[in-house]
């Protein structure tokens, strides 16, 4: 329990930074343990944090592909002339895909549809980390690259959590989206396929993380001029 009240304190300290200023009551100074439990800081101040963090989770995720296509990927072969031969792990998701469909989901839906995307990815970045430390001249960038961008969605996932409960007061949300099948090794393939698999996460969840970006802007759009957004 006190790991677990420890690791929420980190998450907090990293994203939202509302411990620091001790003598502002916006910075939820009595709460240590949860982001989930922060009833002060305004809902536009954590929906902010939320987007910048969320742009740096995008930012990070295109120098990870672009890092690994440099070091592993023949230029024949990179994701723009195959990307039919495979399926993203999100494909059956209930997201929208369209600016139509985006512009008829409400917010409860479009913040549902973040989570979603959050959550699925969890696992199958931890199984990249696992993967990427087998490989031979794995540079430390790319290594720590993929680790940074595991840990900042585990914060991103609790700060959504947080942001849903403030503006829907949804007790009984269901956050458990991460059922995805995530690939196994329990088969050795030939080295190259192995690769494309690892190329082609990575890829995808390059455009999932802009669709959590792209996401979270138009909430926030929503917020200020309902009307107007694209």
């Not at 329990?1 to 502002?24: D, F, K, T």
């Not at 393939?189 to 802007?217: G, N």
Request: net charge negative.
């Amino acid at each position: 329990m006190h790991m677990r009240v420890l690791q929420w304190g980190v998450w907090a300290l990293l994203l939202w930074p509302c411990l620091v200023v001790i003598s502002n009551p916006e910075d939820c100074k009595e709460d240590h343990g949860s982001l989930t439990r922060c009833p002060s800081i305004s809902q536009e101040k954590l929906l902010d944090r939320i987007i910048h963090h969320a742009e740096l989770i995008y930012r990070v995720s295109e120098e990870l592909c672009s890092l690994f296509e440099e070091m592993f990927i023949p230029f024949p072969l990179r994701i723009q002339s195959n990307l039919a031969a495979y399926a993203c792990i999100t494909k059956t998701l209930p997201i929208p895909s369209s600016k139509s469909e985006l512009q008829q989901i409400s917010d409860k839906w479009l913040l549902h549809s973040v989570l979603m995307l959050v959550q699925s990815w969890i696992e199958p970045l931890v199984y990249l980390q696992m993967t990427l430390d087998h490989y031979d001249h794995a540079p430390d960038t790319l290594l720590n690259k993929t680790k940074w961008v595991s840990e900042k969605l585990v914060s991103l996932e609790q700060g959504v959590v947080a942001l849903i409960k403030k503006m829907l007061d949804d007790g009984t949300l269901a956050t458990a989206y991460n059922d995805q099948s995530v690939p196994q090794n329990d088969v050795q393939p030939e080295v190259l396929e192995s690769v494309m698999k690892d190329y082609v996460l990575i890829s995808c969840f390059k455009k999932d993380a802009h669709k959590m970006e792209t996401f979270l802007k138009l909430l926030k759009c929503r917020q200020t001029d309902r009307y107007n957004c694209a």
